[in-house]
């Protein structure tokens, strides 16, 4: 195993003094935070990540272009072997190439790793990581639009229902109920107190109160929930004297009105 030689300097007897000046003369080895973030995406294990660690340390620390699984292993924990198959895992991974280097001062052409490859790699990895972020954030936007536009049209299906502006609890209370049920439950508690004839809040609020503990999120599960309500009930009820049923008591409307009478001011 070959090491490159060092100058050592006299030590003068200040060890903390001396611990200062070869931090800053051994300078820093710059690793890209992009790169610490992503190489377990890239297919890069912990071992390959703190082999190529020491890698860029030795080419910028000693001009180190080639070194060998020996030379690495003394700054590492796997033995020569081990190193020399993580250097061939990272080859076959396209993370790491072998390339030639003209050394001016030598006049000579030396091989040497080329970092390139991982580069490449890594701004793929980042350009497609960047894609789905922007497209999420698009998503989260188009659905926060969305919302406010339905809100906005609770708004005014309220106003044109009451046949007045909302005042600013009323509009409170609104939001409150699209958070518990959302918009399209809360415009569905709104149709149901329409067809009872009973336009008031505090009714609305019966209505979403009751689906929210019976956990209903969906206009289906109400409608099933009203069936089962329906079922149950079927003859239960105390016998009615028999009248000839007028013919919008035959109607979708009479019997829904009917069914919201029980289910919700029972």
């Given at each position: 195993?070959?090491?490159?030689?060092?100058?050592?300097?006299?030590?003068?007897?200040?060890?903390?003094?001396?611990?200062?000046?070869?931090?800053?003369?051994?300078?820093?080895?710059?690793?890209?935070?992009?790169?610490?973030?992503?190489?377990?995406?890239?297919?890069?294990?912990?071992?390959?990540?703190?082999?190529?660690?020491?890698?860029?340390?030795?080419?910028?620390?000693?001009?180190?272009?080639?070194?060998?699984?020996?030379?690495?292993?003394?700054?590492?924990?796997?033995?020569?072997?081990?190193?020399?198959?993580?250097?061939?895992?990272?080859?076959?991974?396209?993370?790491l190439a072998l390339t030639h280097y003209y050394d001016e001062l030598a006049d000579e052409v030396k091989t040497?790793?080329?970092?390139?490859?991982?580069?490449?790699?890594?701004?793929?990895?980042?350009?497609?990581?960047?894609?789905?972020?922007?497209?999420?954030?698009?998503?989260?936007?188009?659905?926060?639009?969305?919302?406010?536009?339905?809100?906005?049209?609770?708004?005014?299906?309220?106003?044109?229902?009451?046949?007045?502006?909302?005042?600013?609890?009323?509009?409170?209370?609104?939001?409150?109920?699209?958070?518990?049920?959302?918009?399209?439950?809360?415009?569905?508690?709104?149709?149901?107190?329409?067809?009872?004839?009973?336009?008031?809040?505090?009714?609305?609020?019966?209505?979403?109160?009751?689906?929210?503990?019976?956990?209903?999120?969906?206009?289906?599960?109400?409608?099933?929930?009203?069936?089962?309500?329906?079922?149950?009930?079927?003859?239960?009820?105390?016998?009615?004297?028999?009248?000839?049923?007028?013919?919008?008591?035959?109607?979708?409307?009479?019997?829904?009105?009917?069914?919201?009478?029980?289910?919700?001011?029972?």
């Open positions: 195993m070959t090491m490159k030689n060092r100058t050592i300097k006299k030590y003068r007897g200040n060890i903390t003094a001396a611990y200062g000046a070869d931090l800053c003369s051994f300078g820093v080895t710059g690793i890209p935070n992009l790169l610490l973030k992503h190489y377990k995406g890239m297919g890069i294990s912990d071992g390959e990540m703190m082999l190529l660690i020491q890698m860029l340390r030795l080419r910028h620390e000693d001009k180190e272009h080639y070194p060998t699984p020996e030379i690495l292993c003394c700054y590492l924990s796997g033995n020569a072997e081990e190193i020399r198959e993580a250097l061939g895992s990272l080859q076959a991974k396209d993370m040497g790793y080329d970092f390139e490859p991982l580069f490449e790699k890594l701004s793929d990895f980042w350009a497609s990581a960047r894609v789905k972020e922007i497209e999420k954030a698009n998503q989260a936007l188009a659905r926060g639009t969305r919302k406010k536009e339905e809100i906005g049209t609770l708004y005014r299906s309220f106003e044109k229902e009451f046949g007045r502006p909302l005042s600013p609890i009323e509009v409170e209370k609104i939001d409150q109920w699209s958070v518990q049920a959302g918009p399209l439950l809360v415009r569905e508690a709104l149709s149901r107190s329409v067809l009872m004839g009973i336009r008031n809040f505090k009714y609305v609020d019966s209505i979403i109160l009751e689906w929210v503990k019976n956990n209903l999120r969906t206009v289906e599960e109400i409608e099933d929930y009203d069936r089962r309500f329906k079922d149950r009930h079927a003859g239960g009820g105390r016998r009615q004297p028999k009248v000839a049923a007028a013919d919008d008591e035959k109607s979708p409307d009479h019997k829904k009105r009917e069914l919201i009478k029980q289910l919700y001011m029972s």
